[in-house]
């Protein structure tokens, strides 16, 4: 049908997507062998951006949203395909699927400066991400939010399937978010937070599908700090991004 949403373009996205994720797993819990492809989390942000309204193009970036900030060192990995750095794959996504989609996946890209050649710590990245979801200057554009909140809920959703499944007391609850950098306390707060953000996001405002996307997130993220017997104020007055919230979070902003 001449007027479907969905073209070549989105079967090409996701050729793409197996070639630069190829190999490449969901994080486990220490000792655990690593057994889903990555690619359902990508599939799985693709199809919650389109259940909230995305267009192609805005599906397409759903699909590639991790290419340039896990793709590079993943094929690296790979004699065979050694070579593809993180502009190339950015000359490659804006060759083949345009200036928007490649803006986007730019936009869903952490780009805090290397600190001794690794990633800037944990906090420093996640607090800078918050700052720009309300930055009033320089405004993330509705497409923007809606890539980055459907992939917020995919793992927010994820990490809450997991923890009904194996959490089955508090001890076992925080070894399984062991590995994630922040742990439980670190990673409950940033969800918490980004609701909050996202909610308050300049771009998001007079629109329905994003709110209504950012309540599926709240009660996730609700659902999620009730699994791990977390107290939501509790939560947002922890320790790893206290300075996000000394700064930022105050009763007229988020409320």
Avoid at 75 to 101: K, M, W, Y
Avoid at 193 to 211: I, N, T
Wanted: proline share 4%; charged share 25%.
């Amino acid at each position: 049908m001449s007027d479907f949403p969905l073209t070549g373009r989105f079967l090409h996205a996701l050729e793409r997507a197996h070639h630069w994720h190829a190999g490449q797993y969901r994080k486990v819990p220490k000792d655990e062998t690593a057994t889903v492809p990555y690619l359902s989390h990508l599939l799985g942000v693709a199809s919650i951006a389109l259940e909230f309204g995305a267009s192609e193009d805005e599906a397409i970036a759903a699909l590639l949203h991790d290419a340039l900030e896990d793709g590079p060192e993943n094929i690296q990995t790979d004699v065979a395909r050694r070579g593809e750095t993180r502009e190339e794959l950015r000359r490659v996504i804006r060759q083949e699927f345009g200036e928007q989609v490649e803006k986007l996946v730019s936009g869903a890209t952490e780009e805090t400066a290397l600190v001794e050649g690794k990633k800037a710590p944990w906090s420093e990245r996640k607090i800078a991400y918050l700052r720009r979801l309300i930055d009033t200057e320089h405004v993330e554009g509705a497409a923007s939010l809606l890539v980055s909140a459907s992939d917020k809920l995919h793992n927010a959703r994820a990490i809450l399937a997991d923890v009904l499944a194996f959490g089955d007391s508090p001890e076992s609850r925080v070894a399984f978010f062991e590995r994630f950098s922040a742990g439980q306390e670190g990673t409950l707060q940033y969800y918490r937070l980004l609701v909050s953000a996202y909610r308050h996001a300049p771009g998001a405002q007079g629109r329905p599908r994003l709110q209504a996307l950012f309540a599926e997130l709240d009660r996730t993220v609700t659902a999620l700090e009730q699994a791990c017997g977390a107290h939501e104020e509790k939560v947002i007055a922890a320790a790893p991004l206290k300075e996000f919230n000394q700064n930022h979070l105050t009763p007229t902003k988020f409320n």
